[in-house]
C-alpha cells in the first residue's frame, strides 16, 4: 500500500530535524512551553531562539523554565509594540484608536 501524501511529508519533516536547526522562531496562541521543550533539542547550541504571544503570563512562565532547565541563556522579555500610521496627502499622523500593546517577545540563545 501506499503511503498517504501526509505520511511522506511527516517523514520527509522528522528527516529534516534530525539536521538540527540554525534558530526557532515560534508564534503560538496557547502556551509555548510545550512547543518549545519539543523542538529545543533539535536546534544546534548557541543559536537564537523567538518566541512570540499576546500573553506575558505565558511568556514569563517559559521563561522561568528554560532559566531552570539551563537550556538557554541570555533571555530577554520584550514587549512588541506596533503603531499605525494614516498617511494622506501633505500629512501623516499616527491612528487616533489603536491597541496599547500588539504582543510580547522571549528571545534567547540555547546552551549546549
Known amino acids: 500500500m501506499q503511503a498517504q501524501k501526509w505520511q511522506v511529508e511527516n517523514r520527509r519533516a522528522c528527516e529534516l530535524m534530525h539536521a538540527k536547526f ?3 522562531v515560534i ?5 509555548p512551553s510545550n512547543i518549545v521543550q519539543a523542538l529545543l533539542p533539535f536546534v544546534k547550541s548557541s543559536r537564537p531562539i523567538v518566541v512570540y504571544s499576546q500573553s506575558k503570563e505565558l511568556l514569563m512562565d517559559l521563561h522561568v523554565e528554560l532559566k531552570s532547565s539551563s537550556n538557554a541563556t ?3 522579555l520584550t514587549s512588541n ?7 494622506l496627502p501633505n500629512r501623516t499622523h499616527p491612528e487616533v484608536n489603536m491597541n496599547g500593546n500588539s ?10
Not at 509594540?81 to 498617511?87: D, E, P, S, T, V
Not at 504582543?103 to 540555547?110: A, F, K
Open 22 to 24: 540554525d534558530g526557532l
Open 27 to 31: 508564534a503560538a496562541k496557547e502556551h
Open 74 to 76: 541570555n533571555l530577554h
Open 81 to 87: 509594540w506596533l503603531r499605525y500610521y494614516q498617511i
Open 103 to 112: 504582543g510580547y517577545l522571549l528571545s534567547g540563545y540555547t546552551i549546549g
